[in-house]
Nanobody
Framework: QVQLVESGGGLVQPGGSLRLSCAAS????????MGWYRQAPGKQRELVAN???????NYSDFAKGRFTISRDNAKKTVYLQMNNLKTEDTAVYFC??????????????WGQGTQVTVSS
């Protein structure tokens, strides 16, 4: 199977920065997209940013200008650099990847989530 392991969450003050990482491992034949979603308490999960192979990154409006997504294809790892964090960025951040796995189908996988709390 495929595993996505996230790291880098934590507590930060408003205006601060955090860098999230997510590494994919397991029965992976190819990775199409990798990205980040978030879910705040009482709200639906929403896209933060993603990168599809050979395409420009895609950002939600709230992430533009503050967050930067990058991807290391050799390491099957995606990063999210978050700057100028705001209290409203507080949420659980989930890594997502669309993977061609051992079934020879493209399937979506999710990480376990990492908590980001922005508070003074």
């Amino acid at each position: 199977q495929v595993q996505l392991v996230e790291s880098g969450g934590g507590l930060v003050q408003p205006g601060g920065s955090l860098r999230l990482s997510c590494a994919a491992s397991g029965s992976i034949k190819s990775v199409k997209s990798m990205g980040w979603y978030r879910q705040a308490p009482g709200k639906q999960r929403e896209l933060v940013a993603n990168i599809i192979t050979a395409s420009e990154p895609n950002y939600s409006d709230f992430a533009k200008g503050r967050f930067t997504i990058s991807r290391d294809n050799a390491k099957k790892t995606v990063y999210l650099q978050m700057n100028n964090l705001k209290t409203e960025d507080t949420a659980v951040y989930f890594c997502n990847a669309n993977v061609l796995d051992s079934t020879w189908y493209w399937n979506d996988y999710w990480g376990q989530g990492t908590q980001v709390t922005v508070s003074s």
